[in-house]
C-alpha cells in the first residue's frame, strides 16, 4: 500500500468548512483512497473512498488530483460533533485484508 | 442491526492472566479482524478471518490466539498477560476484503498491571 502523509493537526471553525489534505505521491492506478475518522475513544468510522473520480456523499466530499498525487476531503459544515483524527488510507481494493491507519490528522473544531 | 458489538468494554488483568475478548457481527459479514490500538498511535491489526474456520495472522499476532466457528462471533484469546498488552482492542468487520467498508466495534480497553 502506498505511504500518506497528513499534517498532524488542523483547527477549524463551527460552520466552516473542513478542509483536510492528504499526499500519496507514490500511489498506484489500482490503489483507492479511504477516508475513516475516529472520535476520542471510539471505533474508526468509515468516511468515503474514491479511486480517481470526485466523490460525495451525505458526509463528506473526496476531491482526488488529476494524478493522483494527492486528496482532500471535505467537510462542508463542520460541527463540533466531526472533532476527530481523521485517517487517509491507500489500498489495493482487490488485496489485503487491514486498513493501514497511521497517525492521522487531528481535527479540532471550535465554537 | 447492533453492527458489532465486544465485550467487555474495560478490563484490568493482572500479568500471567488470560482472559478472552468476546466480538460479534449481525451484519452477516465474512470478514472479521482484530485491530489493537496503542495511545497515540493507529491501528495495527493482529489478526483477521476470511470466514468460519478460516483464520490468519496479522501484524501483531504474538501472545494472541483467534477461532472462527461461526460467521458471527470471533473471539480474541490473551494467554499470559503482559503489560505490553496494555491497549485498546477493536474488532470489525466488512462483507469482503475488497473496496467495502470496514464496520468496527466500540473497542475494548485493557490495563494490565
Known amino acids: 500500500d502506498a505511504k500518506t502523509t497528513q499534517p498532524p493537526s488542523m483547527d477549524c471553525a463551527e460552520g466552516r468548512a473542513a478542509n483536510l489534505p492528504c499526499n500519496h505521491s507514490t500511489i498506484s492506478g489500482n490503489e483507492y483512497v479511504y477516508w475513516y475518522r475516529q472520535i476520542h475513544s471510539q471505533g474508526p468510522q468509515y468516511i468515503i473512498h474514491?479511486?480517481?473520480n470526485n466523490e460525495t456523499n451525505e458526509m463528506a466530499s473526496l476531491i482526488i488530483t488529476e494524478d493522483r498525487k494527492s486528496s482532500t476531503l471535505i467537510l462542508p459544515h463542520a460541527t463540533l460533533r466531526d472533532t476527530a483524527v481523521y485517517y487517509c488510507i491507500v489500498r489495493v481494493g482487490s488485496s489485503g485484508y487491514a486498513l493501514n491507519f497511521g497517525k492521522g490528522t487531528s481535527l479540532l473544531v471550535t465554537p | 442491526n447492533a453492527g458489532v458489538t465486544q465485550t467487555p468494554k474495560f478490563r484490568i488483568l493482572k500479568i500471567g492472566q488470560s482472559m478472552t475478548l468476546q466480538c460479534t457481527q449481525d451484519?452477516?459479514?465474512?470478514?472479521m479482524y482484530w485491530y489493537r490500538q496503542d495511545p497515540g498511535m493507529g491501528l495495527k491489526l493482529i489478526y483477521y478471518s476470511v470466514g468460519a474456520g478460516i483464520t490468519d495472522k496479522g501484524e501483531v499476532p504474538n501472545g494472541y490466539n483467534v477461532s472462527r466457528s461461526t460467521t458471527e462471533d470471533f473471539p480474541l484469546r490473551l494467554e499470559l498477560a503482559a503489560p505490553s498488552q496494555t491497549s485498546v482492542y477493536f474488532c470489525a468487520s466488512s462483507y469482503s476484503a475488497g473496496i467495502n467498508e470496514q464496520f468496527f466495534g466500540p473497542g475494548t480497553r485493557l490495563t494490565v498491571l
Open positions: 474514491g479511486l480517481k
Open positions: 451484519m452477516n459479514h465474512n470478514y
